[in-house]
């Protein structure tokens, strides 16, 4: 009898403990309604300038990497290839769809050690910073192989500095 209660309350926390993160994050999504919707994929995009294949790790605010963007499926981890094209950089993402940042939206390329509970040793993530409508954003890129690493950050801070300003891009 003590085995049965015991396995029905814990059945019973499981579930409780599931449905108050739905609850949050339904909430989060709610409060972040007014983010705007993502830049499309233009139809042609050039040759890529380095691609890589990894993990997707989210959006959040920029400097704060505990808030992470529901809205849109940024916030989902996913595997993911990470493409750098003279129009932008295009996320190919498995299980959501492709997150296309164009290049006057970037604002920065930097490399940390973690992000939105992802970490990893020094220096292991991509961090590109850039604009959605008013919100500035951190999107978080873990390479597979450690090699890929310096030549993406080369071509995206190459696009970065030969990109036009974010304004003029977005006519602010």
Do not use: C
Request: aromatic content about 6%; charged content about 20%; glycine content about 12%.
């Amino acid at each position: 009898m003590v085995k049965e209660l015991s396995l029905i309350l814990t059945l019973v926390l499981i579930i409780g403990a599931l449905a108050l993160i739905w609850a949050g994050w339904r909430g989060r999504l709610r409060r972040q309604a007014d983010v705007e919707p993502l830049p499309a994929v233009p139809a042609a995009l050039g040759a890529p300038l380095a691609a890589a294949e990894g993990q997707y790790v989210a959006s959040t605010t920029a400097g704060d990497w505990l808030d992470r963007i529901a809205v849109h499926q940024l916030g989902l981890r996913t595997n993911a290839e990470l493409s750098v094209h003279p129009e932008g950089v295009l996320f190919e993402r498995s299980g959501a769809g492709p997150v296309f940042i164009p290049a006057g939206r970037l604002t920065g390329v930097r490399q940390e050690s973690g992000m939105a509970g992802k970490f990893v040793e020094k220096d292991g993530l991509l961090v590109l910073s850039w604009t959605l409508g008013a919100r500035e954003l951190d999107t978080g890129f873990r390479t597979r192989r450690a090699g890929d690493k310096a030549l993406l950050l080369e071509a995206l801070q190459d696009l970065i500095s030969a990109a036009p300003q974010a304004e003029a891009d977005s006519g602010k």
